[in-house]
Nanobody, 123 residues
């Protein structure tokens, strides 16, 4: 099977920085788009940023110019560098990946989520 494991969340003061990491492991053939989503209490999960296997990126307007998404294809890892953090960035951040994996019959494509990592920004 495939697993996504996130790390790097924590508590930071407004204006500070954090770097999230998400590593995919398992019987992976290829990883297509990877991304980060977040969900604050009482709110719906929302897209933060995505990156394709070729390196094309997409950001939510609320994080443009402050967050940078990147990936290391050799390590099956995606990163989110978060700068100039604001209290409204407080949320549980989830990694997401579109992965083609091996199974008994060949290859199959599925979408996977990590367990989430909490980011709290104090004012």
């Amino acid at each position: 099977q495939v697993q996504l494991v996130e790390s790097g969340g924590g508590l930071v003061q407004a204006g500070g920085s954090l770097r999230l990491s998400c590593a995919a492991s398992g019987s992976i053939y290829s990883i297509n788009t990877m991304g980060w989503y977040r969900q604050a209490p009482g709110k719906q999960r929302e897209l933060v940023a995505t990156i394709t296997s070729g390196g094309s990126t997409n950001y939510a307007d609320s994080v443009k110019g402050r967050f940078i998404i990147s990936r290391d294809n050799a390590k099956n890892t995606v990163y989110l560098q978060m700068n100039s953090l604001k209290p409204e960035d407080t949320a549980n951040y989830y990694c997401n990946a579109d992965i083609t994996r091996f199974n008994l019959y060949g290859r199959v494509n599925n979408n996977y989520w990590g367990q989430g990592t909490q980011v709290t920004v104090s004012s």
